[in-house]
Nanobody
Framework: QVQLVESGGGLVQAGESLRLSCAAS????????MAWHRQAAGKQRELVAR???????NYADSVKGRFTISRDNAKKMVYLQMNSLKPEDTAVYYC????????WGQGTQVTVSS
């Protein structure tokens, strides 16, 4: 069983930065791949970034070079550093993982004003 709790969202202006955090529970965190997804109003949920248990990462083309995903296994935390934010980054951001089934956090709202 895994529980995920996101934090760090907010309202920022275009060009500014935010850092999202995801606190995970469960003893197997260190072997799980973790991901950030987002869902904008009226759109499908999309993958933003993923990090494996070994630290390998991949990103959506729309955020490459601006967002960085990282993890701290000792603290059971996953982070998403978001720089040079754009209005099109506005969405609810979700932390997720998979262990026999998908687990999702409750989401945190990120709003970027122009």
């Amino acid at each position: 069983q895994v529980q995920l709790v996101e934090s760090g969202g907010g309202l920022v202006q275009a060009g500014e930065s935010l850092r999202l955090s995801c606190a995970a529970s469960g003893s197997i965190f260190s072997i799980l791949s973790m991901a950030w997804h987002r869902q904008a109003a009226g759109k499908q949920r999309e993958l933003v970034a993923r990090i494996t248990n070994l630290g390998d990462t991949n990103y959506a083309d729309s955020v490459k070079g601006r967002f960085t995903i990282s993890r701290d296994n000792a603290k059971k935390m996953v982070y998403l550093q978001m720089n040079s934010l754009k209005p099109e980054d506005t969405a609810v951001y979700y932390c997720s993982t998979r262990n026999l089934r998908d687990y999702w956090g409750q989401g945190t709202q990120v709003t970027v004003s122009s």
